[in-house]
């Protein structure tokens, strides 16, 4: 069974900084692209950033500059660095990840997702 843990939402002033981390963990074969999403309340859910396997990221225009994504040297977490904070970053922050595992009829690739973490940005 594959899980993805989020930590490290909570409550910051604008302007201040915050750093989400997402462990994936079981029976893992390969991940290739992670990510982090958000959904706002009243809103639909949010591409954020993307990193792949070989590092290559992709932002949302909204956090380009603010935002830094990455991947630990196990490239089993990934982290999204959030700096100059403003009330429209608060959400829910979901960590999404592409991983392979080994079934019966072979290697299957699935998207998963995390629980979700807090962030409340306070003016």
């Known amino acids: 069974q594959v899980q993805l843990v989020e930590s490290g939402g909570g409550l910051v002033q604008a302007g201040g900084s915050l750093r989400l981390s997402c462990a994936a963990s079981?029976?893992?074969?390969?991940?290739?692209?992670m990510g982090w999403y958000r959904q706002a309340p009243g809103k639909q859910r949010e591409l954020v950033a993307t990193?792949?396997?070989?590092?290559?990221?992709n932002y949302a225009d909204s956090v380009k500059g603010r935002f830094t994504i990455s991947r630990g040297n196990a490239k089993n977490t990934v982290y999204l660095q959030m700096n100059s904070l403003n009330s429209e970053d608060t959400a829910v922050y979901y960590c999404?990840?592409?991983?392979?595992?080994?079934?019966?009829?072979?290697?299957?690739?699935?998207?998963?997702w995390g629980q979700g973490t807090q962030v409340t940005v306070s003016s």
């Open positions: 079981g029976s893992i074969f390969s991940i290739n692209t």
């Open positions: 999404n990840a592409a991983i392979a595992t080994v079934q019966a009829m072979g290697i299957r690739t699935q998207y998963y």
């Open positions: 990193i792949t396997s070989d590092g290559s990221t």
